[in-house]
């Protein structure tokens, strides 16, 4: 945990030289933080809620804000707080409904870690709360046909977009998509503390049916339930790109679908929320592309081997980082059930080949 926090509680040490920081960079007269509350979530990053009070310059009045920094141990697939900015920062000029980007702050001097500010936004972002929402078969349908239709235009930043011109950074993979992922995810594991023969014959399998993409374009990595903020059923904000890379399209739509971001609600196929079918209709309405079911299950594989292999590291933050935390005691206890998923769906895959 950063300095910021001591015991979830806002160190007050820090309050001084953290509204001097964000004075000079927005350019306000004074700036004075009233409150700091850690917010729930955020397995891989923290994230704090701001009530802040500006004076003068462009946030002149009353703020709410949420300052987003990294826990502990970063994970290596993630982007650094300067590196997520600048894709939100992207996002938000493209008009992705996103939470404003503010300010970010890439050095550890003020708060003990880099930063970055961005907008509250209103709603609800917690997954379970929202696939139990007694009137979800109300709002459910038309809600993930319009998260279909937004995800379709994040795919609209492409390498050769004027919005990727913020977006160097990202490296270009020199592999396909998805035999990139593989090899992300192999790289991953590589660190792991103990070996996962079962994660390992999956990525290989990944490997070997590895499908030919023509597209490539800003991939959120982690657009699902539990991301993105929803109020009265409707698409508030997407939140955390810390994952965001260049790759095809259709992996964010099947992670979106797969099994283990439905949260129990297995026959809501669209993030626990909705029917998959709809969620397709509103992406291809925007995108023009035509998925089907059998062309995402690769992709749900992938989902699955990806959030095995996160998972694995996420325990290792406990087992060999040290971080005393029930959350990633838990999350560390989930790679069985991923291969599971994923093994089942690479069966029924190879038998309807031989059959």
């Keep these: 945990m950063t300095d910021i926090a001591d015991r979830h509680t806002y160190h007050e040490s820090k309050r001084g030289a953290l509204e001097a920081a964000i004075r000079k960079r927005i350019g306000a007269d004074a700036v004075s ?24 310059g462009p946030f002149s009045g009353r703020n709410d804000w949420v300052l987003r920094t990294d826990a502990r141990a970063r994970l290596a697939v993630s982007l650094d707080r300067s590196g997520e900015y600048a894709v939100l920062e992207a996002a938000h000029a493209h008009g992705i409904r996103v939470a404003q980007p503010i300010l970010e702050y890439p050095d550890a001097s003020i708060i003990g870690a880099p930063f970055m500010i961005q907008r509250a936004m209103p709603g609800v972002a ?9 009137a979800l078969g109300d709002w459910g349908p038309a809600l993930v046909e319009d998260l279909g239709r937004e995800l379709a235009r994040i795919h609209q ?96 739509l099947g992670w979106f679908c797969a099994r283990c971001w439905r949260f129990g609600n297995d026959h809501n196929e669209a993030g626990g929320l909705g029917p998959r079918e709809a969620f397709v209709a509103g992406y291809r309405a925007v995108a023009g592309e035509t998925y089907t079911a059998s062309d995402l299950i690769y992709w749900e594989i992938m989902a699955a081997a990806k959030w095995a292999a996160i998972a694995v590291l996420q325990g ?18 989930m790679p069985p059930e991923m291969e599971l998923d994923a093994l089942m769906q690479i069966e029924t895959i190879e038998t309807r080949l031989t059959s």
Excluded: C, K
């Design 157 to 252: 930043i492409h390498p050769q977009s004027d919005a990727a011109a913020r977006l160097g950074f990202l490296p270009r993979p020199m592999l396909p998509p998805a035999r990139a992922e593989v090899h992300r995810l192999r790289g991953l594991l590589d660190t792991a503390s103990e070996p996962r023969p079962a994660l390992e014959y999956i990525l290989n399998w990944l490997d070997t049916h590895a499908p030919v993409s023509h597209r490539h374009t800003l991939v959120h990595g982690d657009f699902r339930t539990g991301n993105l903020l929803i109020e009265d059923g409707q698409l508030s904000a997407v939140l955390d790109w810390e994952f965001a890379h260049w790759g095809d399209p259709a992996e964010d």
């Design 316 to 333: 290792d933050r406990y087992r060999r980082g040290g971080e005393d935390s029930l959350e990633l005691v838990l999350t560390g206890l």
């Design 126 to 134: 917690a997954a379970r709360a929202l696939v139990r929402d007694p």
């Design 33 to 56: 933080i009233a409150d700091a509350e850690r917010m729930s979530g955020g397995a891989v990053q923290e994230n704090w809620r701001l009530a802040v009070t500006v004076d003068g």
